[in-house]
């Protein structure tokens, strides 16, 4: 008990002071820092929803009649609460956050205890204390770190039904991996077809025992269920529609399909989005709807049938941006928010989304990289790549070790959020993969440690053969 306290005292040293590190770098609180670099774009939008629910009760924007439609409601709540307390200090929201991400590495950390040796479950969460887009979002008005939180905290639970073999014992860990998958699902709804994922691996590990699987997919389905119902309700109520989001659709417009458009039309990625959803306007209007008029789950319909008329026109060049999506989904370093954020010298935003060809990406990135952002692409490049190796070394190794069914159950949220990123590859949307594929990277740690010699004079003499 005692080392496991100064293991788990330690983690928390290392995860909150690296947050906090960057919270006092940048200045939170200075008014500047917040309306000129924080409260942007999304977090903007957040602020003002947080705002209107403790100021007008409603879930709406800032100056909208109209319900919000695009956002889910947790992430806003989550924020109105702190405000309510403590005044519309965006900093103050920011610092409950930095404790909260701390709380999922500990999450991660007791996560991984049950699987597998301590050392490996400590180092696996120091990976993850360390990680640069965990440290920097965590420090961004952003719905990133509880949506983590809420994922994490739900797998904890499932991995307990796993340990147990998913015997009737388990009943209440499959009831509140649901309510707590749910949760994230009613902060990001990229989170909402876990619904369908998990009762397809139930399936495939459980095809022998009917009545278990249906009991578990059951409760499973009912507990998910149940903690959507009252928005989906709400939705039902004023837009007349059983839908979480309207994000669905036009993610898929102007961040999957944008990509292969800007392509096809030879210009800037984000000047094609905004001609396909004057675009879909136009379709508007020529039905006799004024875009202006109706909400956004009308739009929905028009967004999904251009999507889907690009995809079936141009279906390998999609194709093609979805793969490169997966590329970025690893390998994005997104140095221009770092710099900005620091106020270093930077020259612009690089769209990652217009170079196909990886070895012309990185030998343009290099050239228009200001030199703090190449420092700090360099550093986050070194962090990935260790990460990356000792991921790759712990599969190999972990399938000999660890519970296969756990396995399953990780490699699972891996592809499923890598999958369901597809094309947009931006940086954050692989934040929720990071914990389900560094259950690998402690036994790879290991095992490279335990064998560092043999596996130098290995090297050594493959290359002097060469």
């Given amino acids: 008990m005692r080392h496991g306290f100064r293991t788990s005292l330690l983690l928390v040293i290392f995860a909150l002071g690296f947050r906090l590190a960057l919270f006092f770098f940048i200045k ?5 820092v917040q309306n000129r670099l924080i409260l942007q774009a999304d977090a903007l939008e957040y602020h003002e929803l947080a705002q209107t629910i403790i100021t007008h009760g409603k879930f709406a924007d800032a100056n909208y009649e ?29 610092l409950f956050q930095l404790l909260l991400d701390t709380a999922s590495v500990i999450f991660l950390h007791q996560l991984l205890l049950k699987m597998t040796e301590p050392r490996s479950a400590f180092i696996a969460a120091l990976f993850f204390a ?75 590990i459980l095809r022998k025992r009917v009545r278990t699987f249906l009991l578990m997919s059951l409760l499973f389905i009912a507990s998910f269920l149940l903690t959507l119902s009252p928005w989906i309700v ?38 094609v989005q905004q001609e396909l959803l004057q675009e879909a306007d136009s379709n508007m209007i020529r039905d006799g709807k004024n875009p202006l008029q109706i909400d956004d789950f009308q739009k929905t319909t028009y967004w999904n049938k251009l999507a889907f ?16 999506g997966m590329r970025d989904f690893f390998w994005n370093l997104d140095t221009y928010q770092y710099a900005t954020m620091l106020r270093l010298r930077s020259h612009g935003e690089f769209a990652v989304k217009e170079k196909p060809n990886t070895i012309h990406l990185v030998e343009e990135w290099l050239q228009r990289k200001s030199k703090p952002e190449i420092i700090i692409g360099s550093i986050i490049v070194c962090y990935l790549f260790i990460s990356y190796f000792c991921v790759c070394v712990g599969i190999l190794v972990s399938v000999k070790t660890l519970n296969e069914n756990f396995l399953l159950f990780c490699a699972l949220m891996v592809a499923y959020f890598i999958l369901i990123t597809g094309a947009a590859g931006l940086s954050r949307f ?23 010699k043999t596996i130098y004079f290995r090297t050594k003499k493959v290359l002097n053969h060469l």
């Fill in 28 to 32: 939170s609180w200075d008014l500047y």
């Fill in 66 to 94: 109209q319900p919000n439609t695009l956002r889910t409601p947790l992430y806003p709540v989550f924020i109105g609460a702190i405000y309510l307390l403590f005044g519309s200090k965006p900093w103050i929201a920011i």
């Fill in 130 to 204: 360390l990680d640069p887009f965990q440290i920097f979002y965590s420090n961004q008005l952003m719905s990133d770190p509880l949506f983590v939180f809420f994922l994490i905290v739900g797998a904890y639970f499932f991995t307990n039904a796993i340990r147990d073999s998913f015997e009737t014992s388990t009943v209440n860990w499959i009831l509140l991996s649901g309510f707590f998958f749910g949760m994230a699902t009613l902060v990001k709804p990229i989170a909402q077809y876990i619904l369908f994922a998990i009762p397809l691996y139930l399936f495939f």
């Fill in 234 to 271: 709400r939705n039902e109520i004023a837009f007349h529609t059983c839908s979480l989001s309207s994000s669905g659709a036009y993610n898929i417009l102007v961040l999957y399909v944008a990509p292969s458009e800007a392509l096809q039309r030879n210009k800037p990625h984000f000047l």
């Fill in 309 to 324: 008329l690009y995809i079936t026109q141009y279906p390998f060049t999609f194709l093609k941006f979805y793969f490169l």
């Fill in 430 to 452: 692989r934040m929720p993969a990071v914990p389900f594929y560094l259950v690998f990277a402690g036994n790879g740690a290991l095992y490279l440690l335990a064998n560092v």
